[in-house]
């Protein structure tokens, strides 16, 4: 029984879902609020993926006006754009958490640490006086090469020049929570990266390809 492969997601109260129609050259991406019965359009040319978590719902889509970049686009559940980010890597995996987005081509990992609110606020109720974010109003970017073994210390650059250097073994899933990356290479090798420093905790060993992958709400289990 064989199905395509959906472009969806679930953020707050809303599905979020993508199809064609014969009379559009745009992806049709629907924002429907299941608790309100209330529905909102967009149409997104070349979209590559749709990923949602919490309030929060990222889309991915070629870039027409330059050739080898690719856009991410932070959207809230009624597909609101929050802000955005082009990268020159093609996002073939994607991911997001309440704090971090992650996109990956077959050498490399881009992630963006976004603005989240809610988490902001809760951290200067903890901290009066100190600010949790780095980097512009937009947030924090970083790009690290799957063959690289990051140590969590900064070292990590966004040259995307770097991202393009061939592998042996490419990555083939991706997945992530509030505590940690994996990366899945075609070899079977899973790369554990905790979160948000980012450094090569572990890498462990299957004997097949991880296609997708999925961590539980404590990141506690991986399937």
């Known amino acids: 029984n064989i199905r395509p492969d959906y472009k969806w997601g679930f953020c707050t109260n809303t599905v979020v879902y993508a ?16 608790k309100n019965n209330e529905r909102y359009v967009k149409y997104v040319r070349q979209l590559y993926s749709i990923r949602a978590c919490n309030e929060y719902c990222v889309l991915t889509a070629r870039n027409n006006d330059v050739d080898g970049q690719f856009v991410v686009v932070l959207c809230n559940s009624i597909g609101t754009p929050l802000e955005h980010k082009y990268i020159d ?9 309440e704090t971090h987005i992650f996109a990956a081509s077959k050498e490399a990992v881009y992630i963006w640490q976004f603005k989240s609110l809610r ?4 951290l200067e109720m903890n901290l009066p006086g100190v ?6 109003s937009s947030g924090q970017e970083r790009l690290i090469h799957v063959d690289d073994v990051p140590s969590g210390a900064g070292e990590a650059s966004m040259d995307f020049r770097k991202a393009h250097t061939p592998t042996r073994d490419p990555i083939s899933s991706i997945c992530a929570s509030g505590r940690m990356l994996v990366v899945g290479r075609e070899s079977g090798i899973l790369q554990r990266y905790s979160l948000p420093r980012l450094a090569l ?23």
Do not use: Q
């Open 89 to 97: 890597i093609e996002p073939l995996y994607l991911s997001i958490t």
């Open 119 to 122: 988490r902001l606020a809760v």
């Open 201 to 223: 905790e572990m890498k462990h060993v299957l004997n097949c390809r991880p296609h997708h992958m999925a961590l539980n709400c404590d990141s506690t289990r991986l399937a």
């Open 131 to 136: 600010s949790p974010w780095r980097g512009d």
């Open 19 to 34: 199809f064609s129609r014969a009379d559009r050259n745009e992806h049709c991406v629907i924002f429907w609020d299941v």
